[in-house]
């Protein structure tokens, strides 16, 4: 028992399909606490899930790079009644049908359409590799 509880946490790759399966993963992971949700698309989650968003999100801090467009700028200003959002915009040629974040421990790289696929990464190097890029581009281009 010693020996397996010495073992440090593996690295972990999950894909997982469907509304259910993207809930669990998401409530499993506010479970831990994380301290902020940061990373790249157009709010998708919201229209996807407008109620449970709004549980999930008010709590932690909500950082995205997006794409302006009135309909995503809609979708913000209806996110920052009960959360604590910034977004940073990009320029309209950037596409983002899928959508990559960093939460607590995870990256997470979602595929909304035409079905729900979320890949999840559980990675010490990954966590650290997206981060970091995220906040370099931040402090760089947020105003």
Excluded: H
Excluded at 3 to 24: D, P, Q, T
Excluded at 111 to 126: A, C, G, M, Q, T
């Amino acid at each position: 028992k010693a020996k397996y509880n010495s073992i440090k946490e593996k690295e972990l790759f999950e894909v997982y399909r469907g509304r259910k399966a993207y809930k669990a993963i998401i409530e499993e992971i506010l479970r831990e606490k994380p301290k902020v949700w940061k990373g790249f698309g157009n709010f998708q989650i919201q229209e996807a899930f407008p109620i449970e968003y709004q549980r999930w999100f008010r709590k932690v801090p909500f950082r995205l790079f997006s794409t302006k467009t009135k309909e995503v700028e809609k979708l913000k200003k209806e996110a920052e009644k009960t959360c604590d959002v910034k977004v940073t915009w990009l320029p309209k040629e950037v596409y983002m049908p899928i959508v990559w974040v960093v939460f607590g421990n995870n990256v997470l790289i979602i595929i909304y359409e035409p079905d729900l696929i979320l890949l999840r990464i559980k990675s010490e190097k990954v966590v650290k590799t997206y981060s970091s890029q995220f906040d370099y581009l931040w402090k760089k281009y947020d105003q």
